[in-house]
Structure formats: structure tokens, C-alpha cells
């Protein structure tokens, strides 16, 4: 079968690098793609709003599936568009991924169905978020209802933190995803992702992994896109897992189709998990970056056949298993990420670093200029290995980063720092 593949970052070169290696593909095509993604796909230069220049697409070269890595085009309704034209999409209606797109969609999900979260409530104004946070006392959580690039959130410490928070929000420093704003109960304990593929009506679970959202080491400064991944989770047990299915996946998947909304594709379930058990922190309606990176490593099925099943509702027929190794994925940014960073700045080495055993080098903001691999975003690689436990993993993982040879590049120096402390 031909697929398509929509996305250019990490997260889609590890999706292509396992596609790739489905026995049931033919060609993979990518719109956009990068230059990682381009030793496994055609990459194509498709404008990826343009959805009916993909449905033509798709027509000609008769693609059997589209699978989407992003959110934005997901909530734009890609899937949407595609379905109506026949095509067959790996990824949520535009009406499902409000599970991503509305953090006061979600919220009232939960309400609905009794998943267990943080208690809440939706302000359109600014008095009376503060009045609400006022009540609640802090710590307290304000959130931009809309999409915000991983930005719209504060974990407010004090009182004049949150009163802030919630005046930008108003004042649009999120524009229009912050016109609504959730004032939610702080949750205390550890935090994992879950993820699961769903197909409507079931949901097979995947496995956990743990990200690295701020920008320095010792989770400190700014919170970024993910700086570093690993999988499996320690504090997600079998236990957590059953009831994480029990009380918070399965109880979605119920109330989405109740709702006229089923939902299909990856559900990434952010948990905090407290002293009651799990509760949901936040959905996102795709797979994490650089969450993907790790678990693409592990995964030892086939992602072609189970993205088929999720898109056939035959996910029952199916099951997902993975290597007894630890993965983990170091992020490499450029300088000055997540503020302003420059480009095309000339990265070397890139094939000894990924020739160490269990090694990939997964390309995000790169691109190729005169036969050259030079930077292109805040995000650049996605240096992932493999390894016995977590601490091998993350040896093997800074032996790779070690070598690549980039003036103008950073990263974290703990990421798996967790882990390898329940390790050691
Ligand atoms: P998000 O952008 O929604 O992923 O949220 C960013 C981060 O804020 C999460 O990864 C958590 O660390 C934190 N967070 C969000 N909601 C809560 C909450 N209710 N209690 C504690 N921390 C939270
Ligand atoms: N790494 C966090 C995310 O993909 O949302």
C-alpha cells in the first residue's frame, strides 16, 4: 500500500524510518518531510493547508492511507476533508481533536464521564478567573483554552503569579486560544504519558514515556516543544496502566462516541499520577515529540499494519509489543531555543553518530543546502538510542551526540535523570 505521511519533524522521521520498514508498504510519500525523512520517503513540496491539493494527491498516486504526525492540520480537519473524499486517514475528525484543540473541551469531558482531573472551571473574563483562583489558592493552574504551542499554561506558585497569568491570557498574549481561559486544582505528584492507539470504539494500549519540557538541566527555565524523551515510564506500572485504561482512556473512548465524535488515531494521555491513582492532565491527539523517537525504537510490530487496523476498526485483532530495552532521545536545539535562535548553521558527522550500535540520529529542523545538512528550526535532532536499562541507554545516547559536530548547537546533559536515579 501506498501512505503519506503529513509532518517534518522528529517525530515523522521516526514514523517514516518504521513505516519504511513495514513489509505491506509500497511507497511512502511525505509532505512536507526533511532531509532524515527523505531516506525513507519522497518528500514532497505540498502546502499542507491546501487540502485539496493532498486529496488530488492522494487520487494519483492512490494512497491506502494518510497518516497525520501534527495537530494543527488535525484540528484544521484534514481527516475530515480526506474521508469525505474516500481517502483513508490515520488521525482524529476536527470535532475529536477538540481533545487537543479545547483545554475546556476536555475538561468538560471529564465532568461528563467522571475521568478523574483536576477540578475546574471556564472563564470567559477576567474578574471572575481571579476570583475563582482567589478561592482555589496557590499553587494554582491557569491554562489559554486553545492550542498555544505549548505556551499557554502557568503552574502559578503564588497569588500575584496567577493574577498575571490570567491578565495575559486576557490581554492576548496567546491571541485567540487565550479568549477562554480554565483555572484548574495544581496536582501533585509524577508526571508520565500514556499513549494509545484508538479506532472509534477500542483502544489498544502502547506504552509510556516520560518528556523533558523545560529548557536546562535540572528541569529548569523555560518550557519548550520536549527536550528529551524516554520509554518506558518506571512510575507507570502494570497496575497504573490498568486503571489508567480503565478510568481515564476507556471512559473517553465511550463518551467521544456517546458524543457523536469517535475518536481514531493516537491518544496521548498526559497523567499526573497523585496519591489517588492517575488523573488526567491534558489529551493531545497524535503521537509526542520527542516521545515518538523512543517508542518508535522499541516498538517491534508493525506501525503500518496497526495504523491500518485503528483506520479498519479492527484494532481488537490487534496487539502491540515491545523490546524489554529502555529507550531515550536527546534532544539537540540551537542556541538560544526557545527564544530566538538563527538558521542554517552547518551540522557535521551526522553518519558517524548514527553508526553507533542501537543509534538513530532522527532529523527535525534540518535541511540540506549544497549537499550540506544545516539547522532550520529550534528543534534540530533527535539523537535516540537504545540499551539494556536507562542509564545504558543514555550512555549510548551522549556517545552519539558527542560525536555530532555542531558549533551552533545545545542540549540537555540529564535528560533520564529519573530513571537512572530509581537505577542507580
Ligand atoms: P501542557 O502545556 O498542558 O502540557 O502543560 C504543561 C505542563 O504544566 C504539564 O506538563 C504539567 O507539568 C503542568 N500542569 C498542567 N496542568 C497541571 C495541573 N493541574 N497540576 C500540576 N501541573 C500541571
Ligand atoms: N513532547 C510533548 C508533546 O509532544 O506534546
Redesign the pocket.
Known sequence: MNVLLIGSGGREHALAWKIAASPILGTLFCAPGNPGISEHATCLDIDVENHQAIVIFCEEREISLVVVGPEAPLVAGLADDLKAAGIPVFGPSAAAAQLEGS?GFTKDLCARFNIPT?AYMRFNNAPKAKAYARQMGA?V?I?ADGLAA????T?AMSMNEAMAAIEDCFEGAFGEAGAEVVV?????GE?ASFFCLCDGTNALPLTSAQDH?RVGDGDVGP?TGGMGAYSPAPVMTDGLIARTMDEIINPTLKGMAELGMPFTGVLYA?L?ITQKGPEL??YNVRFGDPECQVMMMRLKDDILMLMKAATDELLWTMSARWRDEAALCVVMAANGYPGSYKKGTAIRNLLAAGALHDVEVFHAGTREQDGQIVSNGGRVLGVTALGSTVTQAQEQAYLAVDLVDWDDGFCRRDIGWRATRRES
Open positions: 483545554k483536576g499553587p493552574v491554562k505549548g505556551k499557554g499554561v503552574v484548574e486544582e495544581f496536582l501533585d508526571e519540557k518550557n498526559g499526573m492532565i491534558e
